[in-house]
């Protein structure tokens, strides 16, 4: 049986996969690396692409968003992004994130939303059906 | 006293509420066992993570990215609050927003001022009510959050930070400690202290690094911030989800005491109903 190399390929949100192999092929920031059982310790950014693992001659491929690949002796991590991560993007989600702060701040005279108001309105009912079961006990 | 009609109508209300309470109930457990295993799922990430970053800090102690370094609250501490986006969950909510103006008040005493970055509805209506200053929020993540739907109100508070607007950031939220507890838990995020690598990764080895160590760990420190951040929300999902099923399960309870004592009275109004029947034939007899 040919050497293996323990792979994890994990994100923030879950764990993508994780098992022996022969060896992983990625896009690092640099250009195309492929890690064989042994290599040096090794830490490097990836680009959106594929991560393709070998394995008994076959091959497995998974598509990340960028992240981060991490090799030691014997075994590699792969710290995945779950979206691509361009600055521009994560601006405009910053900008966005703001703005409905603004929003719930001036909405103050609207009082709150929708939803808010339904919730308040059930507990007011509820509070209204409390008090009048109280009164009616109290009755006998 | 209350006629049998009129028991009879607030029993059967009584006992529809109560089907919604344990309908709710069983929801809730179901979805708590979901985010219990969301939850284990982000563990893997945020340990690496951690891991990689103690062993660059260690590695490279003439780099000092900002947010590893020591810095004194002079001006204005940053807030992350996470609360659910629905009531109905008990305490939960109110129990973590007093906690936290418990805390601000002790910030602002000591003559600091406070932003807040408002995570889910119940965070975004209280600080909105509030004389403090809310810099960002996001609501309406539902069940499953994504972490990109955190990433913009997460960035709002690391660029204030960078750029020296606020001294320190926090984290806030509900700790998931069992089914029947749930811990207000407030985590300092910047600055961060690491701590030290395991054995393990403190042996005189370094990576080979590609670009190079700097820009790798400024993207790994944003990484994990996120993913501690993103942790945080998972967890309270889980805590929001126990306290519901936990104070559904009380209405429930208490709808069912209700019922019981409703029902012994309609019983004792029955009976005397019957008995003043039965007085009154065998008067009728009598009197024939």
Redesign the interface.
């Known amino acids: 049986m040919a050497m293996t190399i323990h792979v ?1 390929i ?6 993508i996969y994780s098992g022996l192999v022969e060896a992983v092929i990625a896009s ?3 250009g195309e690396v492929g890690i064989y059982p042994r290599h ?6 990836l680009k959106a692409g594929e991560v393709r693992l070998l394995k008994d001659g076959k091959e497995e491929q998974f598509y990340i968003s960028g992240g ?1 690949l ?2 030691q002796p014997h075994i590699v ?1 792969i ?1 995945a ?3 691509l ?1 361009a600055d521009d993007v ?9 703005a ?2 603004e929003k ?2 001036n ?2 005279s609207a009082k ?2 929708f ?2 108001a339904q ?1 308040q309105l059930a ?1 007011a009912m509820a509070q209204l059906r409390a008090i009048e ?1 109280a009164r ?2 109290r ?2 | ?2 006629s049998g009609k009129e028991i009879r109508t ?1 029993i059967a209300s009584i006992k529809s509420t109560q089907k919604i309470t344990s309908a709710m109930e069983m929801v809730a457990a179901s979805k708590m066992r979901k985010a219990q295993e ?1 939850m284990a ?2 563990r ?3 340990d ?2 951690l891991n ?1 970053i103690q062993h ?1 800090a260690y590695a490279n102690p003439e780099y000092r990215h900002p947010y590893l370094q020591d810095r004194e609250e002079k001006q204005r501490v940053g807030y992350i609050v996470v609360s659910s ?4 969950c008990g305490g939960l909510n109110n129990n973590l927003f007093k906690e936290v103006l418990h805390e601000i008040k002790s910030k602002s005493d000591k003559g600091l001022q406070v932003d807040i ?2 995570i889910g ?1 119940k965070a ?2 209280f600080f ?2 509030l004389p403090v200053n ?6 309406q993540l539902g069940d499953a959050p ?3 739907e955190l ?3 997460i ?2 508070m690391l ?1 204030a930070y960078e750029s020296g607007h606020i001294d320190s950031l926090y984290l806030v939220y509900n700790q998931f400690v069992n089914t029947m507890t749930q811990e207000d838990t407030f985590i300092r995020l910047l600055p961060a202290t690491p701590g030290a690598p395991s054995e393990e990764m403190s042996h005189h ?7 190079d ?1 700097k ?2 760990l400024d ?2 420190l944003v ?1 994990y911030i ?2 501690v951040v ?1 942790q945080g929300v998972v967890e309270n999902i889980a805590s929001e989800q126990a306290s519901r099923m936990i104070a559904m399960k009380n209405a429930s309870d208490n709808a069912g005491d ?1 019922i019981d ?1 409703l029902q012994l ?1 309609y019983n004792k109004a029955r009976q005397a109903a019957i008995t003043q029947e039965i007085s009154e034939i065998v008067a009728g007899a009598a009197a024939v």
Request: proline content about 3%; hydrophobic content about 40%.
């Open positions: 994890d994990v994100s923030a949100e879950e764990s690092a920031q640099e040096a310790p090794l830490l490097t950014r981060v991490e090799v991590t710290l992004d779950t979206a991560r994560n601006e405009a989600a910053a900008l966005e994130a703001k409905a702060a719930a701040l909405d103050k709150m939303d939803a808010e919730v507990e079961r009616k006990t009755k006998h | 006293m209350a607030q969301r799922a982000t893997p990430y945020a690496k993570i990689v660059l986006d629905r009531g109905l970055c408002a509805q975004s209506a909105s009510r809310m810099v960002a929020q996001v609501t994504r972490v990109h990433i913009g109100s960035k709002v660029d080895w370094d990576y080979i690094y590609e670009p160590a820009e790798v993207d790994l990484r996120e993913s993103y209700l004592d009275v």
